[in-house]
């Protein structure tokens, strides 16, 4: 079996390796030159302060500028678990596109071992692909979380939620596989459905795992930069919104600002960041775990 | 002796359809038998049943005794199976299928399945995508051969072979048989082939076995008779008529032998060939044919 499984993946990795290689050497040089400009300039230090000086954040932040492609190449790393679910899944699932399954199935090794080598396989190849790329990843933004909010880019590129994307892209890709026995076919309808579901629960699931905190605030609270800001308006003393807008539509002159301008931050605190992994990871392994059942069971019961 | 395969009504339905139904037989080890029947009388569901790619919906059927789909591991190693659609992987060498082979079954003839693709004049390291037909139906045949399996359930493995390759293939399995206590099922619409290697018969039709045994017993016990029309009962009541065809005084009747046959003078009784008695089996009850407009043959 072993054999088997290195012979079907070694075109695919023969085209993918140097591909992931570019990836992984990009983002660890990447990393090393960042880190080098803040050792340089002692930031490090002077960022891990409860509240840094403002010459040390502007001087962080023009490190940063130098690396502004980061902010517009990094979310098409997202699709990176989608593809390593179809490369990951592929071998599996042309078995059945191209009706090899039934050559494999009255072989010696018998249909059980047969599956359960190749989904292993698929999972393992998933796992260590997802998780070195993830590592390199977080090594990188380790010295830009130090001065900014690590939500916005980096939660998404973690290793526990990178890792089950890119599992649950692969389970997707080989329940539609072995489900349509079309190969295209479940490329394409997996593709869409991971970027669905991905992108419905990073948009209305991830805010609200807890309760979002609430403060209000004198201006603009530098102790809270590292937290996942939802929402930042301007209210009056009694917490309700000011809309200016509507102000200046309905009479423009008399729309003075009120003396107690206030800020209200919704935001969950950097502290939940692990928890927040754990959840978002759960659910995709959770379903993963769903899939992979569902397809095993079919296998077995609709038997050929 | 344990049955090297045995089936009890045997059934298989797909939907509300019965692809297979009511099929019994049992095919001593060693026999060579000859699976026949016309288009969707449920040979191929039949051959998928015994190597467990699918599951009867009715009666029970075993392999040496074991059940396919529930002994898979006492069973899978027994067989070498070719299904119909031979499917290989496209992308694999001629040497990569046969190691695929020898990594995934224990008893595996390695230098069987070198030496038999050398002797086809195949190159190893040629693509399996790009063989013909043909070729690709060979390389199909070495895996299962090298298998060293007890039973060969082949379903129309030479289909796709020249006369010549037809022949050499059939000696190969006259051989094989010979050689090692090896059963094999096979199905063919080519009977004069089979009929020459072959010494017993499974026949569906309709989706249900209609006449199984040795070849010897079925050309034995059919008879084939012609005689006068008005004395045609005489025939009908004691034997079964597997066929019928009338002329306006004669009847020519098809008929299993029940009992030794007494016919008066006017009747002729003799031997037909087995692909008359297959032939009769597999004929429909006859309904006027569809025929094509003259207008439309012409335009």
Redesign the interface.
């Known amino acids: 079996m072993t054999w088997l499984i290195a012979r079907q993946y070694r075109t695919e990795l023969i085209f993918t390796l140097p591909l992931m290689a570019g990836l992984l050497a990009l983002f660890f040089f990447t990393g090393r030159s960042i880190t080098g400009a803040f050792q340089e300039q002692g930031l490090s230090t002077c960022l891990g302060a409860a509240s840094p000086e403002p010459t040390c954040m502007r001087a962080a932040e023009d490190v940063l500028n130098q690396y502004g492609w980061l902010t517009t190449t990094m979310p098409f790393i997202n699709f990176v678990p989608a593809l390593i679910g179809v490369i990951a899944a592929a071998p599996l699932v042309l078995e059945f596109d191209q009706r090899t399954y039934r050559l494999a199935w009255t072989q010696g090794i018998g249909r059980t071992r047969w599956f359960v080598t190749k989904l292993a396989a698929s999972l393992v190849l998933a796992g260590v692909s997802a998780a070195v790329l993830a590592l390199v990843i977080t090594r990188m933004y380790h010295p830009i979380n130090l001065a900014e909010s690590r939500w916005n880019e980096s939660f998404n590129f973690a290793a526990p939620v990178f890792i089950s994307y890119s599992l649950f892209a692969t389970a997707l890709v080989i329940s539609v596989g072995v489900l349509a026995k079309k190969a295209l076919a479940a490329f394409v309808a997996s593709f869409i459905a991971f970027f669905v579901v991905r992108i419905a629960l990073e948009n209305f699931a991830r805010p609200h795992f807890l309760a979002p905190k609430v403060l209000l605030s004198q201006g603009f609270d530098l102790a809270n930069r590292k937290s996942w800001i939802l929402s930042q308006r301007p209210v009056d003393a009694n917490g309700h919104t000011i809309d200016r807008l509507q102000c200046f539509r309905t009479d423009p002159l008399p729309c003075p600002l009120p003396a107690d301008l206030l800020t209200k931050t919704v935001f969950h605190p950097d502290s939940r960041f692990w928890l927040f992994q754990g959840i978002e990871s759960g659910i995709f392994l959770g379903a993963t775990v769903l899939m992979l059942g569902v397809s095993t069971w079919w296998l077995s019961k609709r038997v050929a | 002796m344990i049955p090297a395969l045995e089936t009890e009504a045997l059934g298989k339905r797909y939907g509300s359809k019965w692809a297979l139904q009511d099929c019994s037989f049992s095919l001593q080890p060693g026999s060579i038998a000859a699976l026949l029947g016309p288009n969707g009388a449920g040979k191929s569901t039949l051959l998928?049943l015994a190597?467990?790619?699918?599951?009867p919906s009715a009666g029970s059927i075993r392999v040496f005794g074991h059940e396919p789909?529930h002994d898979?591991?006492q069973v899978?190693?027994l067989?070498g199976?070719v299904?119909q659609?031979r499917?290989?992987?496209?992308?694999?060498s001629i040497a990569?299928m046969i190691?695929?082979?020898r990594?995934?079954?224990?008893?595996w003839d390695d230098e069987f399945a070198h030496e038999r693709i050398a002797w086809l004049d195949l190159d190893p390291r040629k693509k399996v995508g790009d063989l013909s037909g043909g070729q690709q139906a060979q390389v199909?045949l070495v895996?299962a051969f090298a298998?060293r399996a007890q039973l060969l359930l082949l379903d129309e493995p030479i289909a796709a072979f020249d006369p010549l390759a037809r022949r050499e293939f059939l000696q190969l399995l006259t051989e094989t048989v010979a050689d090692r206590e090896v059963t094999v099922l096979l199905s063919s619409h080519i009977l004069g082939d089979l009929e020459r290697v072959c010494d017993s018969l499974i026949l569906l039709t309709a989706a249900s076995t209609r006449l199984s045994g040795s070849i010897d017993e079925v050309l034995a016990t059919h008879r084939l008779l012609v005689g006068p029309r008005e004395e045609q009962d005489l025939a009908t009541t004691a034997h079964a008529v597997i066929s019928r065809s009338e002329s306006e005084r004669q009847v020519s009747l098809l008929v299993r032998k029940e009992c030794p046959i007494v016919l008066g003078d006017r009747w002729t009784v003799t031997e037909p060939s087995l692909e008359e008695i297959v032939i009769a089996y597999m004929e429909r009850p006859k309904r006027p044919r569809p025929v094509m407009e003259k207008e439309a043959v012409l335009a």
């Not at chain 2, 190597?51 to 599951?55: E, M, P, S």
Request: glycine share 12%.
């Open positions: 998928e190597v467990g790619l699918r599951r789909l898979s591991k899978l190693p067989i199976f299904g659609e499917p290989l992987y496209r992308g694999f990569d190691t695929f082979g990594k995934l079954n224990e008893h199909a895996l298998k």
